[in-house]
């Protein structure tokens, strides 16, 4: 990145530093300081709508209750959190729901001036590992009862085809995107049912949404795989619906130039591709 400004003797720039110094201590130089993002679900697939995400550097306490935490982020109903305002440094986040620690991540480094993004999952198999037998009999239980509501849950983040094939041929002529991933996804992120509602509104169609129980689904799935060259859906598709599908479109826009559309625009634009 080229950098354009004036150039400033050596000597005056080390008197303008100094008169700096004196005049702002040295954390209000770090105006601004780091954020955070994240997204959090349970042991069950499903987003953890109501606790908070709290960040602490004591590391000498025993239990969640005696520890001391230097900020508090809430949950919102999509089990998605943000804050901002953070000093640079290393710290333990955790998830709290009803004054009980559900979840940490030990050494998250935060530099100034940066967006960190922190998601818990906790249906990662160390943490399932770590749980009570009780307690894994009960999730299964539950699991078996709600899966079609845990699917229905589930974020998934649209972008266009348009967008997608630019990025490849973006990374293709592009020697730096070399060893580095790239999470291809649009601006707006939803859930299956939200996704649905929203088509429903943009189409301007009122019809009911029937959840299908997944066991119900993977039985139809095998059947549609044994009988049709092209079934309508597989169950390594079932699989993928229980899974979020989402990320960060930031660092694959600045890379590629991408220019996205919000979701309501990107479907008028296939439903009226002359428009």
Known sequence: MKR???KLSTTLTFA????????YPAHTLAQGGASIHGHVINAAGMPVNKGEVRLSQDRTATNAKDRKYLYTFPLDQNGDYKGSGITPGSYIVFVFQNEISMDFLDNVAFTNGEDKVVNFDMTRAEYIAKMSPEDKKALEEYKKKNAEIVAGNTKIQPISVGNVAKAFVAAVRNDAS???????????PF????LYDELQKILGTRKPTLHLPLPIAR????LFERILTNPPFTRDQLLM?????????????REFLLQQE??????????????
Do not use: H, R
């Not at 070399?178 to 707006?188: A, Q």
């Not at 039985?219 to 095998?222: S, T």
């Not at 619906?241 to 826009?253: F, I, W």
């Open 4 to 6: 354009i400004g004036l």
């Open 16 to 23: 303008l530093l100094a008169v700096l110094a004196m005049a």
């Open 178 to 188: 070399i060893s580095k991933t790239y999470e291809l996804c649009g601006p707006d």
């Open 191 to 194: 859930t299956w049912n939200e």
């Open 219 to 222: 039985v139809q799935a095998a």
């Open 241 to 253: 619906l229980q899974e979020d599908n989402a990320g960060d479109p930031k660092p694959a826009e």
């Open 262 to 275: 919000n979701f309501e625009e990107g479907v008028a634009g296939y439903l009226n591709p002359a428009v």
